[in-house]
């Protein structure tokens, strides 16, 4: 079956665009989360969702940054006024339907650059 | 807060060798732990998860133990070979919240 997605792959934008990245998780999952990996940071959590709330929002290194999830599958995490430290590989991840101890399935990343 | 703590940052070995990543972490209040591999320019791919109430788990020449009270797991890989070369990243998942942190990954190379 279809494994999570995300798109686009690749962004370049300039600083202070705004810019949209998406995430379809795995048909069924109802747990979806998004993580960045920067250069120097490693992998960190930006929010959780269950269903269409988002429970833990604590990772959003701003307001800058938000996310929403519509119909329990389709995710979006927008980023206003882009900075260039905000250039990182954002990645989506979904959980299996074991419940909350299940394991987390990744998608390929968008990797984001700000000129 | 969680942090996670992955020895050594690097490591390149022939091929063949059995070798050992580590993995620690502070809080020991947690669901799980997995380990992933990454390849470059690629997302994560799950190897083992390892329940708290699990001690190992083994899949083919992966073995990961996990010892909950001291905040510790390794990684074992035995016969390594040249598809083994990737990024090994080890993850805990549970205490106050149900995200995953990760630790900042061991860049393995085994050289043929």
């Known amino acids: 079956g279809a494994g999570v997605s995300q798109s686009p792959s690749n962004k370049v934008t300039e600083k202070g665009k705004d810019v949209e990245l998406r995430c379809d998780p795995i048909?069924?999952?109802?747990?979806l989360y998004w993580y960045r990996q920067s250069l120097g940071q490693g992998l960190e959590f930006l929010i959780y969702?269950?269903?269409?709330?988002?429970?833990?929002k604590s990772g959003l290194p701003s307001d800058r940054f938000s996310a929403e999830r519509t119909g329990g599958s389709v995710s979006t995490l927008t980023i206003q006024r882009t900075q260039q430290e905000d250039s990182a590989v954002y990645l989506c991840?979904?959980?299996?339907?074991?419940?909350?101890?299940?394991?987390?399935?990744f998608g390929p990343g968008t990797r984001l650059t700000v000129l | 807060k969680q942090e996670v703590t992955q020895i050594p940052a690097a490591l390149s070995v022939p091929e063949g060798e059995n070798l050992v990543l580590n993995c620690s972490f502070t809080d020991s209040a947690i669901y799980n732990l997995q380990w992933f591999r990454q390849d470059p320019g690629k997302g994560l791919t799950s190897l083992l998860l390892i329940q708290s109430s699990q001690r190992e788990q083994t899949s083919g020449r992966l073995n990961a133990s996990l010892d909950k009270s001291s905040g510790r797991s390794t990684l074992y890989i035995a016969a390594s070979q040249p598809g083994d070369s990737a990024t090994y990243l080890c993850a805990v998942f549970g205490g106050s919240n149900y995200k995953l942190t990760f630790g900042k990954g061991t860049l393995l190379t085994v050289n043929p």
């Open positions: 969702f269950q269903g269409n709330s988002a429970p833990d």
């Open positions: 991840a979904s959980r299996g339907l074991a419940g909350v101890t299940d394991t987390q399935y």
């Open positions: 048909s069924g999952h109802t747990a």
